[in-house]
């Protein structure tokens, strides 16, 4: 199919028809010259992934993408940093392009939590601090800040948190229009069914989906 597409944040799960970036620490360390074959091995990237950080910029032309696609990626970002990301994606789309995203989504997890504590669970707190990845039960790892350093995200865990109507609001101050939440594969580019359907293994794809919000919108 004719047309640019680029997904940022891709991990592992990167569609050779798309144009993949990760901002990954290995990614970086692969780079080296002496070293990079060595890191590149143990981080088993493919080969076609590069590295890109969508707040600092990818090496992407501007108005050149007919979509772009990130999953489980926002949230790892802070706020300044997450409305750049969105100004930065509206750049790079040509006129009518679209971005799809997923991030998880903090009505459902909230809902959760207040079932739970109405039911007397006291484990309810420290369950919703855990599974939305917003408490920190041990010190950082040296691992966990070099990602940081080398990055400048928050690793594995969420720096925040956004439900529908919060996202909708940064969508439009970004400049998107016809913003649509949608379901796991429902959309309206046949490409980004494919770039979705790889986008996390088979045995968390319905979870992760499930507790997640998923939009779609125009540049």
């Given amino acids: 199919m004719a047309g640019k597409y680029v997904q940022f944040g891709s991990g592992w799960h990167a569609p050779e028809s798309w144009e ?4 990954s620490l290995y990614m970086r360390l692969r780079e080296l010259p002496l070293f990079g074959p060595l890191f590149a091995r143990l981080a088993r990237f493919p080969a076609h992934v590069r590295y890109g950080n969508i707040v600092t910029g990818l090496p992407v032309a501007l108005g050149s993408c007919d979509g772009v696609y990130s999953c489980h990626v926002l949230e790892h970002l802070c706020l300044d940093d997450f409305r750049t990301a969105l100004r930065n ?10 971005y799809r995203f997923t991030v998880p989504d ?10 739970e504590t109405d039911a007397g669970d006291w484990q309810a707190a420290p369950r919703f601090l855990n599974e939305t990845l917003l408490g920190r039960a041990h010190r950082n790892t040296l691992r966990d800040t070099l990602i940081e350093i080398f990055t ?7 720096k925040w948190m956004w439900d529908e109507a919060s996202l909708r609001h940064e969508m439009a101050a970004a400049g998107f229009r016809d913003v649509r939440r949608c379901a796991f594969l429902d959309s309206q580019d046949p490409m980004m069914v494919i770039v979705e359907r790889e986008s996390q293994p088979e045995d968390v794809r319905q979870s992760k989906f499930h507790e997640s919000i998923t939009l779609e919108a125009r540049r």
């Fill in 20 to 23: 993949n970036y990760d901002v």
């Fill in 152 to 158: 400048g995200s928050g690793g594995t865990y969420h």
């Fill in 89 to 98: 994606v509206h750049a790079l789309l040509r006129p009518d392009g679209i």
């Fill in 106 to 115: 903090l009505q459902h997890h909230i809902g959760k939590y207040r079932r």
